[in-house]
């Protein structure tokens, strides 16, 4: 590949998922998501070491498969999606193993270190050329303003300072 030509390349939503895990009630994992995200690479190599990556997700598709908790999430007390619709990451840096980069929730950027599998590159049935990578990282929730927290009776914190964040995500080549 010629080092001046940079290939684009998009996510395929229908194949990635976006997903966060974090502690409830010091005893279990609850899961969630965001349904609608968007993003792309732009590279000039294929081994997509120091590609540039960029990626949003919008606040108002979390989904945690229980409607009080994610309009919660949505209110002010976590997201505050009217006044921040989206969360967004950019790459600073790729070395085929880390990715290093500044994501923005709320309206507070704070830089965060992913790890990251490569995949690979395969053509599919349909002639189209897609690019497989596995993110995987770590934000305390309260660095970016997300503080409400109750505690039980029991003294338990209900959620978690710590949210895992997992990315699964299948790019086309435009």
Known sequence: MDKNTKTIWSIDGTHSEINFKVKHMMISTVTGSFDKFDGKVETSNGD????NFTFSAEIDSVNTNNKDRDNHLKSDDF????????LTFISKSF?????????????ITKEITLDTEYNGTAVDPYGQTKAGFEFEGQINRKDFDLTWNAVTEAGNVVVSDKVKLIASLQFIKQ
């Open 48 to 51: 997509f070491k120091n590609a």
């Open 79 to 86: 997201f505050g999606a009217e006044k921040n619709p989206k």
């Open 95 to 107: 070395d085929g193993n880390k990715m290093i980069g500044d994501i923005t929730i709320k309206g």
